[in-house]
C-alpha cells in the first residue's frame, strides 16, 4: 500500500506539471469498481475495482496511470506517456497492446459478466491476450486505413513499468467502411515460434451492435482456439434498457468448451450499471466457467465516478 501512496504524489506531481504548462483541461479521472453474484455465492461479492487518470501535458503529449485490484491483487495496469506526432501517435511505457477488440469499454461496458473466454484462455507458452505489456507502441494511418505495430515485454510483474526483455511483436491492421469496423492481427514472439492470429468484426446502428471475434494460437505445445460473437439490441423509447446475447467457443488442446449467454444491461443512473445474465454451457468442463458461476444466473452491479 505504500508503494500506491507514493505513486499517488508521483501521479499529483505529473498533474501540477500539466496545470503549470497551461494545457486547457489538462486532468481527467476515472473511478470503478464491480461487485457480482452467482448462484455458488452468498451475497455480492467484490470482482474488480479501476481507477486511472489521465495527465496532458501540453497538445501533443499526455500520461495515463492506472491501478487495478481484483481479488486480493494489486497491480498496475497502465503507466505510460503517449505523443500524438505529425505522422502517428506513440506510446511508451506500460500498456495493453492494441490486439483484436481490447479497449476497456469493449471489455467492461457491455451487458456481459464475464469476459470473453478466448480472451483468457492460454493461447501458447502461457500468454494471453488479456494481459499489461512493456515497451513501445506506434499508430499511423488514415480515418479509412489504421496500422499499429509494437514491440513488448509480455510477462510483467504486478509493480514492472519497463520492459526487461522485448520478447513479443505485435501488428495490427483496421479499416472502417460505413458501419462496419474490421480489424487483422499478428501477435509473435521473438525467442521461439509461438504465434497468434486474430480477425475482428464490428457492425453498429443507432440501436443495435454486433461484433465478433475468431483467434487461433500456434505453438509447441499444441494449437488454441476459439470466437464469441455479441449482439446487443437497445430497446427503442428505453434507451438505458440493453438486451445481449453472446455464443462463444474456446479450444485448448483439442478440449472444446460452448457458453451462451443472455440478459439485461440497466443503466440506473450516471454512476450505477447492472447486469443480469443466464449461461449455459455445452461440450467440455472448464474451471473458469464453473468457478465464476457463469452456468446459471449472475448478476454484476458497476459503480463508476468520472471527475
Not at 509494437?150 to 513479443?168: E, F, G, N, V, Y
Not at 483467434?215 to 455479441?230: A, L, Q
Amino acid at each position: 500500500m505504500k508503494r500506491r501512496l507514493d505513486l499517488a504524489t508521483w501521479v499529483a506531481a505529473a498533474v501540477a506539471l500539466a496545470g503549470s504548462a497551461g494545457a486547457q483541461e489538462p486532468v481527467s479521472s476515472t473511478f470503478e469498481s464491480y461487485f457480482t453474484a452467482n448462484r455458488g455465492t452468498a451475497g455480492a461479492s467484490h470482482y474488480l475495482s479501476w481507477d486511472e487518470t489521465t495527465a496532458k501535458l501540453d497538445d501533443r503529449t499526455r500520461f495515463t496511470f492506472s491501478y487495478e485490484e481484483m481479488k486480493g491483487k494489486r497491480t498496475f495496469d497502465e503507466f505510460c506517456a503517449r505523443f500524438d506526432l505529425k505522422q502517428g501517435m506513440l506510446r511508451l511505457g506500460r500498456i495493453r497492446t492494441e490486439f483484436g477488440l481490447s479497449d476497456w469499454s469493449e471489455l467492461l461496458y457491455n451487458g456481459f459478466n464475464h469476459l470473453p473466454l478466448i480472451k483468457i484462455a492460454d493461447m501458447g507458452d502461457g500468454l494471453r491476450l488479456v494481459r499489461d505489456d512493456s515497451g513501445l507502441e506506434y499508430t499511423c494511418g488514415t480515418p479509412d486505413l489504421q496500422l499499429q505495430a509494437a514491440l513488448m515485454d509480455s510477462d510483467l510483474s504486478t509493480q514492472q513499468i519497463l520492459p526487461k526483455r522485448l520478447d513479443h511483436s505485435s501488428l495490427r491492421l483496421q479499416t472502417n467502411r460505413g458501419q462496419v469496423i474490421l480489424g487483422l492481427d499478428y501477435l509473435s514472439a521473438l525467442r521461439n515460434s509461438s504465434k497468434v492470429y486474430g480477425l475482428d468484426l464490428r457492425w453498429a446502428t443507432p440501436h443495435t451492435l454486433v461484433r465478433g471475434e475468431f483467434m487461433r494460437g500456434d505453438s509447441e505445445e499444441g494449437p488454441s482456439s476459439g470466437y464469441y460473437v455479441d449482439a446487443e439490441y437497445r430497446l427503442p423509447g428505453l434507451p438505458r434498457s440493453q438486451l445481449v446475447g453472446r455464443t462463444e467457443m474456446v479450444s485448448e488442446y483439442s478440449s472444446r468448451t460452448f457458453l451462451h449467454t443472455v440478459g439485461l444491461r440497466q443503466v440506473v443512473s450516471p454512476t450505477i450499471t447492472v447486469n443480469l445474465n443466464y449461461g449455459w454451457m455445452q461440450g467440455a468442463p472448464n474451471f473458469y466457467i464453473a468457478s465464476s458461476g457463469l452456468d446459471g444466473w449472475t448478476i454484476r452491479t458497476m459503480f463508476q465516478v468520472r471527475f
